[in-house]
């Protein structure tokens, strides 16, 4: 069992930043993915970036490309993601999850809480 908890969420101005953190709850030797998923009021939950256990394949769904950079730090068990340019259609609850790399819900096992992200115009 992985326990997943985010940090980082808050109120920020468009074209603003934001570093979500995620930090597990045990060390990562099972080889775990990582990806960052939003939900927005009244929309599906929908895929932002993943990256691999080793770091050496990332994907970012198009409305990110470009703004925001997912990293992760296996020693510290925690994976980061950093909101640059931030729009108001960002505004989301941005939850983080464990599991098999890919880019839909279904890959994933674990599921933090979520924090929430509010990007004001």
């Known amino acids: 069992q992985v326990q997943l908890v985010e940090f980082g969420g808050g109120l920020v101005q468009a074209g603003g930043s934001l570093n979500l953190s995620c930090a597990a709850s045990r060390d990562t030797s099972s080889r775990y993915a990582m990806g960052w998923f939003r939900q927005a009021p009244g929309k599906k939950r929908e895929f932002v970036a993943a990256?691999?256990?080793?770091?050496?394949?990332?994907y970012y769904a198009d409305s990110v490309k470009g703004r925001f950079t997912i990293s992760r730090d296996n020693v510290k068990n925690t994976v980061y993601l950093q909101m640059n340019s931030l729009k108001p259609e960002d505004t989301a609850v941005y939850y983080c999850?464990?599991?098999?790399?890919?880019?839909?819900?279904?890959?994933?096992?674990?599921w933090g809480q979520g924090t929430q992200v509010t990007v004001s115009s």
């Open positions: 999850a464990a599991g098999l790399l890919g880019q839909t819900l279904s890959f994933y096992d674990y």
């Open positions: 990256i691999s256990w080793s770091g050496g394949s990332i």
